[in-house]
């Protein structure tokens, strides 16, 4: 069976005074229908561009190639008749800043209800009711009085849930979800993601997940895509990735993370700075930085290719399988 959203070779170049710069190279990418993938990378590797490419909604100046496919409709040649369906009624947008998607000026109620009413020719009464419905799934108490506040009147947690919730509404078989909690603070995040979780699970929504979080990507997706200068460097079910990475790159980014049960004078930090894709030379992206590499990752870029159950753009990843492993992990075909 087809993937619900497939990126194929998907080539991203921005105009930037006058220059060709890319930001995204090859990328390649299935999320299944009900499937909920991340994409994790540090800040500048391309996790927003590939949301945008799939919304079409790039910079000016734009030049795509590759295939997007959504359910086998080419998404590049949509007409803007066909974009504005896909966008309205087959995916939803989550962003990391809630207060950017609603508009200040209408109340709660009425954003959520004038959506469902101009896109999905819902009467206003059974709009209003099931906007009620689903903000009490939210998980917002009190959900009458709140559709008749504006949203300045509610904290960033409450605003995400109503984005949540508009998201849901519309009944889209996929959210694309750009930090969604990031903008939060720690204990509403979890509570936020909580309700993101339940609520994608049960309306059964694909999900494509961007975080720079890979413990939090971990919690919440089937597989996870680790992006690095504008490609997908490694892409693993959770699980695989955290005791086995196949990706230098992979082994770094886990590395890095805080640990509160490690009491440490300072964290591990991936060495050098990361590049845009733009700066990518002819070989591997990640070489200058890679504790691991030899000539011939500075002279050939390497491919993504099928790796276990999962893939790898590295040249030297069965070589590297035991340093790449977590310490302690038995050889284990995952
Ligand atoms: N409007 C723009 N014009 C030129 N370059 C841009 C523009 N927007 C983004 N870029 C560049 O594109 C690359 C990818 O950016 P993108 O926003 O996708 O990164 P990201 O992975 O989402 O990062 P973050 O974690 O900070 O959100 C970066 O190098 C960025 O500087
Ligand atoms: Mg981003």
Do not use: W
């Amino acid at each position: 069976m087809s993937p619900l959203l497939r990126l194929d070779g998907l080539h991203v170049t921005l105009n930037v005074d006058g220059e060709r710069r890319p930001v995204l190279h090859d990328v390649s990418l299935d999320v299944g229908a009900g499937e909920a993938v991340g994409l994790v990378g540090e800040s500048g590797s391309g996790k927003s561009m590939t949301v945008r490419s799939v919304l079409r909604v790039l910079p000016g100046g734009a030049e795509t190639s590759g295939r997007i496919d959504f359910d086998g409709a080419d998404v590049l040649s949509m007409s803007a008749k066909d974009l504005r369906r896909f966008r309205s009624h087959e995916v939803a947008v989550i962003h990391q800043d809630p207060r950017a998607a609603i508009n200040p000026v209408s109340t709660v109620g009425d954003f959520l209800v004038e959506a469902l009413v101009a896109n999905h020719d819902e009467g206003v009464r059974q709009a209003r009711a099931l906007v009620q419905r689903i903000l009490s799934d939210v998980g917002i108490p009190d959900a009458s009085r709140r559709m008749r506040q504006y949203p300045h009147e509610l904290s960033g947690g409450l605003l995400q849930r109503v984005v949540i919730a508009a998201a849901i509404a519309v009944r889209p078989r996929m959210i694309l979800a750009d930090e969604p909690t990031t903008a939060l603070d720690v204990t509403t995040q979890s509570e936020v993601m909580g309700i993101l979780d339940e609520m994608r699970r049960e309306h059964g929504l694909a999900m494509l997940f961007i975080t720079h979080d890979l413990e939090l990507a971990g919690a919440v997706c089937d597989r996870i895509a680790v992006m690095y200068a504008g490609s997908i460097v490694e892409e693993s079910r959770p699980q695989a990735l955290e005791d086995r990475p196949r990706h230098p790159y992979s082994r770094l980014l886990l590395d890095s993370r805080p640990r509160i049960d490690r009491v440490a004078d300072r964290l591990e930090v991936i060495p050098g700075r990361p590049i845009s894709a733009f700066e990518v030379g002819s070989g591997c992206a990640l070489a200058p930085r890679c504790p691991y590499a030899e000539p011939q990752c500075t002279a050939t870029a390497p491919a993504l290719r099928p790796i276990g159950s999962g893939q790898v753009r590295c040249h030297r990843s069965e070589e590297l399988e035991s340093v790449l492993r977590r310490s302690g992990t038995e050889v284990r075909d995952v």
